[in-house]
C-alpha cells in the first residue's frame, strides 16, 4: 500500500527566503506526482506535475524534483512572499490497483513579512 | 478555462434530509472524482467517473450516492448522514487521456455541516 509522508508538517520563514519541502512515498512504481496548494477552507490548486520519467518541473518560483528510485520528490520555493502561505500537499499515482491519487498530509507554510 | 465549479459553497443539514452536492466543468474532461477531506488532513477519494462510468467507488457507504449526468456534471446525492459525515467536499476533473500526464483540477469544495 502506498504512503506518502510529507516533512515538515508546519515551516515558518521570513519573506524572502528560499525553502524546500519534502515528500517521500513508498512505492516507486508511480505514474506521476502532482504538487498541490491548498488556502485555508478552499479548494486545491495544482502546481506542478512530474511525470514518473521526468526529474523535475519548473513553473516560476517552483521547481519540483523528483527522484523516483528512493521515493523522494522536492518542492523549492525560490524569494518567498506572504501569499505563498498556504498548505502544500503533494500525491503520487500508484501504478496497479486502483490507481488513484494518494495524498501526503501536507506542509503548512507561514511566510511572515 | 480551467474552472471546476461547485455548489453550494457551505450546505447545513440534518440527518434525516435529502440534499445534492452538484459540480460543473467545462474543460471537456472525461474523468471527474468526488473526495472528502476533514479538518487538517489530506483528500480521500471517494469516487471516481469515467467517460460518466461509475470506474472507481472506495467503499463509500450507500448514503452517499453519486451521479454524472453528463460529462460536465456530476452530483453527489445525500441522505441520511451522520454528523461524522461533516467535511469539505471536493469535486474534481481530469483529461484522462494519459495517466503518466493526467492533472486533476479541483473546485473549492462543498463546506457540509450534518446537525
Known amino acids: 500500500k502506498q504512503e506518502v509522508t510529507q516533512i515538515p508538517a508546519a515551516l515558518s520563514v521570513p519573506e524572502g527566503e528560499n525553502l524546500v519541502l519534502n515528500c517521500s512515498f513508498t512505492?516507486?512504481?508511480?505514474?506521476?506526482l502532482q504538487w498541490f496548494r491548498q488556502d485555508p477552507g478552499k479548494g486545491l490548486t495544482s502546481l506542478l506535475l512530474?511525470?514518473?520519467?521526468?526529474r523535475e518541473q519548473t513553473s516560476g518560483r517552483l521547481n519540483a524534483s523528483l527522484d523516483k528510485s528512493s521515493g523522494r520528490s522536492t518542492l523549492y520555493i525560490a524569494a518567498s512572499q506572504p501569499g505563498d502561505s498556504a498548505t502544500y500537499l503533494c500525491?503520487?499515482?500508484?501504478?496497479?490497483?486502483?490507481?488513484?491519487?494518494?495524498f501526503g498530509k501536507g506542509t503548512k507554510l507561514t511566510v511572515n513579512p | 478555462d480551467t474552472e471546476v465549479t461547485q455548489t453550494p459553497k457551505h450546505l447545513v443539514m440534518g440527518m434525516t434530509n435529502k440534499k445534492s452536492l452538484k459540480c460543473e466543468q467545462h474543460?471537456?474532461?472525461?474523468?471527474m472524482y468526488w473526495y472528502k477531506q476533514k479538518a487538517k488532513k489530506p483528500p480521500e477519494l471517494m469516487f471516481v467517473?469515467?467517460?460518466?462510468?461509475?470506474?472507481i467507488n472506495e467503499s463509500v457507504p450507500s448514503r452517499f450516492s453519486p451521479e454524472c449526468p453528463n460529462s460536465s456534471l456530476l452530483n453527489l446525492h445525500l441522505h441520511a448522514l451522520q454528523p461524522e459525515d461533516s467535511a469539505l467536499y471536493l469535486c474534481?476533473?481530469?483529461?484522462?487521456?494519459?495517466?503518466?500526464?493526467?492533472?486533476?483540477?479541483f473546485g473549492p469544495g462543498t463546506r457540509l455541516t450534518v446537525l
Open positions: 500525491a503520487v499515482r500508484t501504478q496497479g490497483g486502483s490507481e488513484k491519487l494518494v
Open positions: 512530474i511525470q514518473s520519467s521526468q
Open positions: 474543460m471537456g474532461h472525461r474523468a
Open positions: 512505492d516507486s512504481a508511480i505514474y506521476n
Open positions: 474534481a476533473s481530469s483529461q484522462d487521456n494519459g495517466i503518466n500526464t493526467d492533472t486533476q483540477y
Open positions: 467517473y469515467s467517460y460518466e462510468k461509475l470506474s
